[in-house]
C-alpha cells in the first residue's frame, strides 16, 4: 500500500514557476515509478512526468518536456516536481500516482494523492 500526499500548487501568472511535492508513505517496488498526472476541466487525466523509484530514469509528455522537472528524495520519501515558463494551458488539478515504470496510462496507475489545483493566468 502507498500513500500520496500533494501540496505546492497556486495561482500564478504566465511565464512563472510553482514547485510541486508528493510525500509518499509505504513501499513501492524498485521498478514502480511515481508519477505526476494533471486532470483540466472537462477533459481526461493525462500524464505529464514519472520517475523510477530509484531516481534513475525519467520520462516526460511533450507538452511539459524541458519546462518541468521531475525528481525524487529517497531520504524524504518525497516526489516533486519543478514547473517552469508556466502556461494558461498547465492550469489543472495535478495528482501524483505510484505505478508500474515506462506506463503513462492513468489506468495502469494503482496509487493516487487527492490533487492540488494549479490555476496559470494569461
Known amino acids: 500500500q502507498v500513500h500520496l500526499v500533494e501540496s505546492g500548487g497556486g495561482f500564478v501568472q504566465a511565464g512563472a514557476s510553482l514547485r510541486l511535492s508528493c510525500a509518499a508513505s509505504?513501499?513501492?517496488?524498485?521498478?514502480?515509478?511515481l508519477g505526476w498526472f494533471r486532470q483540466s476541466s472537462g477533459k481526461e487525466r493525462a500524464f505529464v512526468a514519472a520517475?523510477?523509484?530509484?531516481?534513475?530514469?525519467?520520462y516526460y509528455s511533450d507538452s511539459v518536456n524541458g519546462r518541468f522537472t521531475i525528481s525524487v528524495d529517497n531520504a524524504k520519501n518525497t516526489v516533486d516536481q519543478q514547473m517552469n515558463t508556466l502556461k494558461p494551458e498547465d492550469t489543472a488539478v495535478y495528482y501524483c500516482?505510484?505505478?508500474?515504470?515506462?506506463?503513462?496510462?492513468?489506468?495502469?496507475?494503482?496509487?493516487w494523492g487527492q490533487g492540488t489545483q494549479v490555476t496559470v493566468s494569461s
Open positions: 509505504g513501499r513501492t517496488r524498485s521498478r514502480y515509478a
Open positions: 520517475i523510477r523509484s530509484r531516481g534513475d530514469r525519467t
Open positions: 500516482s505510484a505505478g508500474p515504470y515506462g506506463s503513462m496510462r492513468p489506468a495502469d496507475f494503482e496509487f
